[in-house]
T-cell receptor, first 112, second 111 residues
Framework: SQTIHQWPATLVQPVGSPLSLECTVEGTSNPNLYWYRQAAGRGLQLLFYSVGIGQISSEVPQNLSASRPQDRQFILSSKKLLLSDSGFYLC???????????FGSGTRLTVV | TQLLEQSPQFLSIQEGENLTVYCNSSSVFSSLQWYRQEPGEGPVLLVTVVTGGEVKKLKRLTFQFGDARKDSSLHITAAQPGDTGLYLCAGPTSGTYKYIFGTGTRLKVLA
């Protein structure tokens, strides 16, 4: 069966520090991968998506970036965090041609 | 730009009551999904509706896709405290791999 792992679960980082969040998927190949951010108790904002290794589409201009170094690995990064980067970050995958996402358990990022 | 608006934004009801949550758009969607999210966790897919007018049931939850595929509803019969959570609708944007999410309905069922 397919599983998705996302870590860390919580993170407190100072303003100006770098960020690296990792997401891996098991049990499938060539998944579509997504990074979303969720403001407190609200809907999800798409940040990045990838349909293949090295292929990244950015939805929101900001100081975040994403990379897909391997088929089932998706990384969200920042060189210098801002206070406004605080939020709940969710990784998700979807099989090509299939409906709906499977989400990871999320990372709560607090920038102080 | 395709948007999904959900209503109501918040809902607090007593155990045993019925409720309906709505997801509306001015755009046509090829499918819509409903998710439930609990605090501190990722959303979990409940159902996908694909055909206009389609009705799907998941125990006490009934999902309907509008005939024109621009809206959907979620009806919960005899709500229980375990139904508490954030309900999100989502749909694929035209010609892309991206899904957009609705604004969410936060449901609280009181025992």
């Amino acid at each position: 069966s397919q599983t998705i792992h996302q870590w860390p679960a919580t993170l407190v980082q100072p303003v100006g520090s770098p960020l690296s969040l990792e997401c891996t998927v098991e049990g499938t190949s060539n998944p579509n991968l997504y990074w979303y951010r969720q403001a407190a108790g609200r809907g999800l904002q798409l940040l990045f998506y990838s349909v293949g290794i090295g292929q990244i589409s950015s939805e929101v201009p900001q100081n975040l970036s994403a990379s897909r170094p391997q088929d089932r690995q998706f990384i969200l990064s920042s060189k210098k965090l801002l206070l406004s980067d605080s939020g709940f970050y969710l990784c998700a995958w979807r099989a090509g041609g299939k409906h709906g996402y499977t989400f990871g358990s999320g990372t709560r990022l607090t920038v102080v | 730009t395709q948007l999904l608006e959900q209503s109501p934004q918040f809902l607090s009801i007593q155990e045993g009551e019925n409720l309906t949550v709505y997801c509306n758009s001015s755009s046509v969607f090829s499918s819509l999904q409903w998710y439930r999210q609990e605090p501190g966790e990722g959303p979990v897919l409940l159902v996908t509706v694909v055909t206009g007018g389609e009705v799907k049931k998941l125990k006490r939850l009934t999902f309907q896709f509008g005939d024109a595929r621009k809206d959907s509803s979620l009806h919960i019969t005899a709500a229980q405290p375990g139904d508490t959570g954030l309900y999100l609708c989502a749909g694929p944007t035209s010609g892309t791999y991206k899904y957009i999410f609705g604004t969410g309905t936060r449901l609280k069922v009181l025992a």
